[in-house]
Each structure stands twice: as structure tokens, then as C-alpha cells.
């Protein structure tokens, strides 16, 4: 079975503080993905990468930072934690993608729960 | 614009009892749309995968439709049980990216 595994299931941290939240996938796909989940709005995506060292974009970057040093890990880095991103946090990973849409499924880890104050 | 719009926003519906949850998309090109089911303060888990050319799919209790003409879907559980309470997450892959439904919340009652 896939297993994407997240640092931590709850984390309280105060405004201005940095925070790194770490995801692990233990299949070897290509691509890992960060997610913020907040009710009413559904998943949005904050970055994704799709090979070592390679980032990009989603549609709310601002405020967060990415690292992909190895295959396997993907962090997502708040340089100064705001209240407003106080969310739950979803990591998740994929296999190859093809231009017309991937076959592969999305695993997602058990997410991260993020307050700050 | 590619969208995914999920119906009804939430659902209460008595234990034993069917229900049917709506997908519409606007996504293209459109190779398939997946059903996920998230528990509430986890992960989303997949449920099923319909590509183009599939109409129906069973996974146990939930059958999943799919109407490529009109870019519908739907997800019926059939005799609901207390563990079907979760959140029901449309998903169809776009270009390099994936569209999330906002999904629908589903309370099963005893």
C-alpha cells in the first residue's frame, strides 16, 4: 500500500513564527503536492513538484515555500506564520503525468492541522 | 474555466437509507473523474475511477455514473451505514493540475 505520512497531525505555533511541515511517500512517485483544506472552500493548492529539486506553483503560493530535496520528501515551509493560515494541510503524491490528464491516483497523507495564534 | 461544482453542499439522511451525491464538470480535456471520501480529520481516500468511456462503476455499496455528454457524475450509496458519514470529494484531473469539487458532507443517523 501507498503511504504518505505528514510530520505532525496537530501543530499550534504563534504569528511570525517559521514553520516547516514535512511529508514523506514511501511509493516513488514523481509528483507530491501541498493542499490546504478550509470548510466551504474545498482543497486548494498551494505548490507541487514533479521531480527533485523542481517546484511550481498552485493557486495560492503567497505566504508558503517549498523544498524538494529528495524523491521521497517534500516540505512546505510558512517563513511567517499569519492567523489566516491557520488551516488543515493535506499532502499527497502521484505517479507520472501524461498532457492529457493523469490515470494515476492521488494518495494523500492524514493531514496537518495547523492554529496560529 | 475548468470546474468541478459538487451537490447537494451537505446531506442528513437516516442509517439504511440511499442517497445520491452530483458532480458536474466543465473540466477540459476530460480523461476521468474520481470519487474520494475523506473521514472527518483525514486524508481523502480514493473510491472509484471512472474514465471516458465508462458509464458505471460499483465499489461494494457506492456505484459511481458517469454522463460524458452532459459532464455529469454521481455517487449513490445504497443501504447507508454510521461509517458513510464523511465528506465526498469530486476530482477530475486538468492540464498538470488537479480540479477539487468542494464536496459534499454526508451525516448518517442511527
Known amino acids: 500500500d501507498v503511504k504518505v505520512t505528514q510530520s505532525s497531525r496537530y501543530l499550534v505555533k504563534r504569528t511570525g513564527e517559521k514553520v516547516f511541515l514535512e511529508c514523506v511517500q514511501d511509493?516513488?512517485?514523481?509528483?507530491m503536492f501541498w493542499y490546504r483544506q478550509d470548510p466551504g472552500l474545498g482543497l486548494r493548492l498551494i505548490y507541487f513538484?514533479?521531480?527533485?529539486?523542481?517546484?511550481e506553483k498552485g493557486d495560492i503560493p503567497e505566504g508558503y515555500s517549498v523544498s524538494r530535496e529528495k524523491k521521497e520528501r517534500f516540505s512546505l515551509i510558512l517563513e511567517s506564520a499569519s492567523t489566516n493560515q491557520t488551516s488543515m494541510y493535506l499532502c499527497?503524491?502521484?505517479?507520472?503525468?501524461?498532457?492529457?490528464?493523469?490515470?494515476?491516483?492521488?494518495?494523500f497523507g492524514p493531514g496537518t492541522r495547523l492554529l496560529v495564534l | 474555466k475548468n470546474q468541478v461544482e459538487q451537490s447537494p453542499q451537505s446531506l442528513i439522511i437516516l442509517e439504511g437509507k440511499n442517497c445520491t451525491l452530483q458532480?458536474?464538470?466543465?473540466?477540459?480535456?476530460?480523461?476521468?473523474l474520481r470519487w474520494y471520501k475523506q473521514d472527518t480529520g483525514r486524508g481523502p481516500v480514493s473510491l472509484t475511477i471512472?474514465?471516458?468511456?465508462?458509464n458505471t462503476k460499483s465499489n461494494g455499496r457506492y456505484t459511481a455514473t458517469l454522463d460524458a455528454d452532459t459532464k455529469q457524475s454521481s455517487l449513490h450509496i445504497t443501504a447507508s451505514q454510521l461509517s458513510d458519514s464523511a465528506s465526498y470529494i469530486c476530482?477530475?484531473?486538468?492540464?498538470?493540475?488537479?480540479?477539487f469539487g468542494t464536496g459534499t458532507r454526508l451525516k448518517v443517523l442511527a
Open positions: 499527497a503524491s502521484s505517479d507520472y503525468w501524461t498532457v492529457a490528464g493523469s490515470q494515476e491516483t492521488q494518495y
Open positions: 511509493m516513488d512517485h514523481e509528483n
Open positions: 513538484s514533479y521531480d527533485v529539486k523542481m517546484k
Open positions: 458532480c458536474n464538470y466543465t473540466v477540459s480535456p476530460f480523461s476521468n
Open positions: 471512472m474514465t471516458f468511456s465508462e
Open positions: 476530482v477530475v484531473p486538468g492540464t498538470y493540475k488537479y480540479i
